[in-house]
């Protein structure tokens, strides 16, 4: 999923807090903005938990959308045949019940719930599935995620590129209103796994239907007026830039075991903001830290503090088709000019790692051999090759960011270092969220910040999306030997021989560089320790439905 967030960060300082800790003291003496105990005979005061999202949302279709402000929101609203054990994420029922698997593990039954509802009380059956998926496959739609199912389901990539006109003939049938059965190309032991991610979720189709039709992007149907969702909880209040709400829905099968009554979704961008407004009970998690106020939280109230492993990659991503970055050379001196170590130690502060690959080192078993090596010495004569001797002659550059303290941060570390290392001048530019997703989507850049954090822990997640003409790919470059060996890996029987694959695709990226990889994230965050049913993940996923707040 692509991600907003990066450590808030600037060059190292020194920070005095004169009221600081008289305000975190009063604070932590009662955290969170919630009611006080009622009186005997009153009512019971609402649990609502205050959640820093860090932008304003693209929109809260589960078809149409790839960033992590969207997914926390929408995991909230939705459901899918499978879903996310809240301490480790292995997959556990949803709508479905339970499942069988055929001996040859290319059929997957799913026996859906009789109390599964949306939240206009409606049934969820297994042709609301059915449908949500030949809508994900639809072309006009061109959904960044439909290879999250044409990559496994028999027949679902013939109809996505028009090849097979008739969908009964791919490989999802609803046999009954209970019943859903996936036909694969290849057995795939992570299918369930991957199955927990958005782009598995049913949408109301009959709702889609009213307002522009289903293969249209940013319709109506999601404004709280019209919204219907089948999570366990429903859409409320959305007020652009300032609040979404969403409070438990009473049509949702298990809603007796859902803790909170509201989440309260707030869009900050800056991470100073957010810090300020969990010191004064506004929020109760925050999306970031700033990175200068790390030491202060470290040392005096580390039980507000979550430093945690989290499965994503920072990069730069490389529009390969725009000069001067259609020269794989100008791209490897790119990458090997800069500094990772200094720029952790000295901008993010967030105890992240270098990345010198593509793939996370130790995602299920596997890490990555092949690696981006070489001196900066090796990044000047690169670039020299490439015909820009020390610089001379080197063509406008433009570095693309996201609105963000940190992502500004960030750039304008490695554009001194560029500058310093090779002799040239890179300019850089932010949009705002929306603009910027739009803006790789068209390939409206050159060089473009990002970062990707795996939809399921598996070294798939990291790999699949760089397959030519992939809509997450977002760089114009593809690779037949790539996608050869991307084919290979699907049809392969064992972990060992898949691992082996995965390795010479590594190497592929680390050679052609499509993307410049950074740093491995960490999640860095402030959290209420009132907040209980929160564990940490390496996706930072969290279902809403067993998150409670301690009265």
Avoid at 39 to 60: S, W
Avoid at 97 to 107: F, H
Wanted: proline share 8%.
């Amino acid at each position: 999923m692509e991600t907003e967030r990066a450590p808030f960060c600037r060059p190292a300082s020194v920070f005095k807090y004169p009221l600081l800790l008289l305000t975190v003291t009063l604070l932590f003496a009662g955290c969170g903005r919630h009611p006080a105990e009622p009186a005997a005979g009153t009512a019971t005061p609402k649990k609502i938990l205050n959640f820093g999202n860090g932008t304003e949302p693209q929109d809260i279709d589960p078809q149409t959308v790839t960033g992590i402000p969207e997914w926390n929101i929408i995991m909230a609203l939705f459901e899918g045949l499978v879903s996310y054990d809240p301490h480790d994420l292995h997959p556990v029922p949803g709508v479905a019940k339970s499942w069988d698997i055929s001996a040859d593990g290319l059929v997957y039954t799913f026996h859906l719930r009789e109390d599964a509802k949306w939240s206009d009380g409606i049934p969820v059956t297994a042709q609301d599935f059915l449908l949500s998926y030949k809508r994900m496959l639809t072309p006009a739609l061109a959904s960044e995620y439909a290879y999250m199912i044409f990559n496994y389901v028999a027949g679902a990539k013939d109809y996505y590129d028009g090849k097979l006109k008739d969908f009964s003939q791919v490989g999802i049938k609803a046999p009954d209103e209970r019943t859903l059965q996936l036909t694969l190309l290849n057995p795939t032991p992570y299918l369930l796994k991957a199955m927990c991610h958005m782009a598995w979720f049913p949408v109301p189709v009959s709702t889609l239907a009213k307002f522009g039709g289903l293969d249209k992007k940013g319709t109506r149907w999601t404004h709280p007026e019209n919204f219907v969702g089948n999570g366990p909880f429903r859409l409320t209040e959305w007020r652009p830039n300032q609040k979404l709400v969403v409070e438990r829905s009473p049509t949702y099968w298990d809603h007796a075991n859902v803790k909170l009554d509201e989440i309260d979704f707030y869009p900050v961008e800056s991470a100073d903001t957010e810090e300020r407004m969990f010191r004064t009970g506004q929020l109760d998690i925050t999306s970031e830290l700033p990175s200068h106020k790390i030491p202060f939280y470290k040392r005096d109230h580390p039980e507000l503090l979550h430093l945690d492993p989290f499965l994503g990659l920072y990069f730069y991503r490389c529009n390969v088709q725009r000069p001067p970055l259609d020269n794989a050379k100008v791209r490897r001196a790119l990458a090997l000019a800069i500094d990772r170590e200094s720029l952790i130690k000295n901008v993010v502060q967030g105890d992240e790692q270098p990345a010198y690959a593509v793939s996370y080192p130790g995602t299920a078993g596997y890490s990555p051999q092949a690696r981006l090596t070489g001196t900066v010495d090796d990044a000047r004569r690169l670039l020299a090759e490439a015909g820009y001797p020390d610089g001379h002659g080197f063509p406008p550059l433009e570095l693309f960011y996201n609105t963000s303290e940190g992502h500004r941060a960030i750039a304008e570390a490695i554009q001194q270092m560029w500058k310093k290392n090779l002799n040239i001048d890179v300019s850089l530019r932010n949009e705002e969220w929306k603009v910027y997703l739009d803006a790789q989507l068209t390939g409206n850049y050159q060089l473009a910040r990002a970062g990707w954090i795996a939809d399921y822990v598996d070294p798939n997640a990291f790999l699949d999306l760089w397959e030519t003409g992939n809509a997450n790919n977002q760089t114009n470059w593809g690779s037949a030997d790539y996608d050869r060996l991307l084919a290979a890996s699907r049809a392969t029987r064992t972990e060992e021989e898949r691992y082996a694959i995965y390795q010479k695709m590594d190497a592929i990226l680390a050679d052609e560089l499509p993307i410049i990889p950074i740093y491995y994230y960490t999640r860095v965050h402030l959290m209420n320790p009132k907040i209980k049913g929160l564990w940490p993940t390496l996706l930072d996923i969290h279902p809403w439905q067993y998150i409670d707040i301690e009265r």
